[in-house]
């Protein structure tokens, strides 16, 4: 066996064997099982959260993007999400962690408690989600077919039964562990790759000049509609302080303190891995292979001309972990949306914690098989292709998340108006023929907001119980 494949092949274990030691706790409540018993510490929360979110889109598809689409386009949309971060800590990190439930459909489901919300919240949630790790299985499929020469079929089946696996018997203490691993084997390759190319090339400037100089298109303005990147900015920007698996995050810190620091320490690990992969490696790539067929295939053609088994092998090690810990988060994010919120609000007195582990662990199974067989068609650039599915919980959630714990007027009408407008513009406008892509953020966020307006200007208020739970999250203890 090739030391490619001993690597590789150690570090699934290392995953399936954290999942089987958490599970002597996660199943055992609800709180180990969904939010690590809410005792997270702030450094592993801050890799955990930057591991999460920096998937196989960071590594493969942001390099993938910047390729194809030049640098420019690029800092545009995970410009976004770096903003987005900041956006958390100040605005959802304290009062959400105070809040102390598991999801944040629990906190919609309390601010605006209706039917609508309950039900729509979790669907967005699973629809976006299997879109999403549909995406990330791409990555590992293709990272597992050039870089160790198995079939791409195969590497994909595999790489999902190990994570699939681990999350279904090790809940969030097991991702939260196996993501603190993969979030730093991410950040020692990607920069250490970096580093490398830049000591061959003799300087960060040359390495840089060198790609544009093959490649003038990397440093050009797109030739794209500006809406699509302005889209692409706001749909992170507007997703990172309410996507359910960042929001997870915030309910296992220790403390709102921990919670808020652990964001902004994110940003910075999550800023360092994406601005090294896109100034550095994506310019030595494009000046020394040119004309991929596969944007996406960037990084892996650049680890396998230039280095050698070693690091091969951390490099395919290194984008399975960038794969599995978004996609352990996102996986745990679906089952929470079927199993605590669709079934366990509607179902949970009549069901056992023994019955619910059980809807748990099934969820896991269904929808990363189900994930799993979408993905032998693999999309196309994988980073607009999740984009796209993430931005209907950015225009459907923010609104009723931040004026729900913001703005006093804010009411069950409005809150139910501007999740359904929200969702309702985004999916229409990216469903039309013609449209900008990723533009579609740009519409159904000012309707979302208008729809809250309308709701609080006319609907009756809140009671003032309500309110005064609201008002609780924000006082200082």
């Known amino acids: 066996m090739a030391l490619e494949h001993v690597i590789v092949v150690l570090y699934l274990l290392a995953c399936i064997g954290i999942g089987v030691w958490a599970s002597r706790r996660s199943l055992k409540s609800a709180d180990d099982y969904w939010v690590a018993g809410r005792n997270v510490g702030t450094w592993v929360n801050a890799m955990a959260i930057m591991a999460s979110l920096a998937s196989g889109g960071s590594i493969i598809g942001v390099m993938g993007l910047a390729y194809a689409q030049g640098i420019p386009a690029t800092l545009a949309l995970f410009a976004g999400a770096v903003v987005g971060f900041p956006l958390a800590s100040i605005l959802v990190a304290r009062p959400l962690r105070r809040f102390g439930r598991f999801t944040i459909t629990d906190f919609l489901a309390d601010r605006y408690p209706h039917r609508v919300v309950r039900l729509l919240v979790p669907t967005l949630i699973v629809l976006s989600f299997t879109v999403y790790i549909v995406a990330q299985m791409k990555a590992a499929g293709i990272t597992a077919e050039v870089l160790l020469g198995i079939p791409y079929e195969t590497a994909l089946t595999l790489a999902t039964l190990v994570f699939v696996l ?158 599995m810990s978004t996609t352990d988060a996102l996986l745990l994010a679906v089952s929470s949306a079927v199993a605590h919120d669709l079934i366990g609000r509607g179902l949970g007195a009549r069901l056992s914690p023994k019955a619910l582990g059980r809807v748990n662990v099934g969820v896991v199974w269904v929808i990363g098989l189900t994930a799993m067989v979408l993905a032998y068609d693999p999309p196309g650039l994988i980073t607009v292709f999740y984009s796209a599915a993430i931005g209907v919980l950015g225009a459907s959630l923010l609104v009723p998340v931040l004026a729900g714990l913001w703005w006093r007027r804010a009411n069950l009408t409005g809150g139910v108006a501007a999740l359904v407008a929200g969702a309702a513009v985004y999916l229409t406008v990216q469903l039309a023929p013609g449209t900008s892509p990723l533009s579609a953020i740009l519409f159904a966020l000012p309707a979302s907001a208008l729809a809250m307006v309308v709701g609080a200007l006319f609907g009756p208020p809140d009671p003032p119980e309500r309110l005064a739970a609201i008002a609780a999250l924000h006082e200082e203890t």
Do not use: C
């Open 166 to 323: 681990y999350v279904s018997v090790g809940g969030m203490l097991a991702v939260t562990w196996t993501d603190l691993v993969q979030g730093v084997l991410m950040v020692v390759v990607v920069l250490g790759t970096a580093i490398a190319l830049i000591v061959r090339a003799g300087s960060p400037a040359e390495l840089l000049d060198a790609g544009i100089a093959a490649a003038p298109a990397l440093g050009a303005a797109p030739n794209h509609p500006i809406t699509t990147d302005l889209g692409s900015f706001v749909i992170w920007a507007a997703a990172v302080p309410v996507i359910p698996h960042v929001v997870m995050r915030v309910y296992t810190a220790k403390d709102p303190n921990s919670a808020r620091l652990s964001l902004n320490l994110a940003m910075l690990f999550y800023s360092a891995l994406v601005l090294a992969a896109v100034f550095f490696i994506v310019p030595f790539a494009k000046a020394h292979h040119p004309g991929l067929a596969d944007a996406d295939q960037v990084f892996l053609a650049v680890m396998d001309s230039e280095f050698g088994p070693l690091v091969r092998g951390l490099a395919v090690a290194a984008v399975l972990a960038a794969v």
